[in-house]
Structures are given as C-alpha cells and as structure tokens.
C-alpha cells in the first residue's frame, strides 16, 4: 500500500483518489488542493420548483474527505467548511483567525 491515509476530492461528476503516508501530509493536501478549488468556484443560483432557491453560498461545489474522519466543502461562492464524519457530517466551528483548514487540523488532531 502507498500510504495509509486516503483523500478523496469530489468536483461535481469527477472523482480523484490520492493516498499519503502521513497524516500531516494527507491534511496539506487536503490544504493546497481546497485553496486551489476555493479561487475557481463560480456557481450560479439555482432555481427548483420544489425546493426553492440556491444562493452559491448554499451550494456545495467540491468536497475534500479525508478518509471518514473528516474533511472540508467547498461552496459555490468559493468559501470553505470544515467538517467531521462521514455520513452525519458535523461542521467544525473556527475560533479566532483560524481558517477551515487549521479548524479541520485542530479538531482531528486532537
């Protein structure tokens, strides 16, 4: 096995996988490759029927997972949420001048 820690990036129809041997490793690129979808999200409203409106914010335009520990979502409007789990997702609250990122790192490395 390459390495024991698995990240998988979900951007809309397409799926990569990436193994790391570190978990500090799995966690910058989890950092670098977020940074980089964060600047090209440009979503647009959405309008449903039945569900109502989308404003980009709402939408989720990729998703980082580490594993099933965690991991962070990229929204339409380019900000980024940390959160924990796998499917009842928790979203991680950042104290201070913490990005998602070092929120993400605080609380799965603990």
Partial sequence: MAGSY???VREGARVSHERFASFD????????RGRELSR??????????VLGRWEPR??????LQLGRRGGVDIRGDGSAEAYTG?????LVEQQDDESPYDALRRVLGS
């Fill in 40 to 49: 090209g999200a440009r979503a647009k409203p959405v309008d449903t029927k």
């Fill in 58 to 63: 709402q939408q989720v335009a990729a998703r």
């Fill in 86 to 90: 796998w499917l009842r997702r928790r």
């Fill in 25 to 32: 490793g799995a966690l910058d690129a989890v950092e670098e």
């Fill in 6 to 8: 698995r990240v998988t």
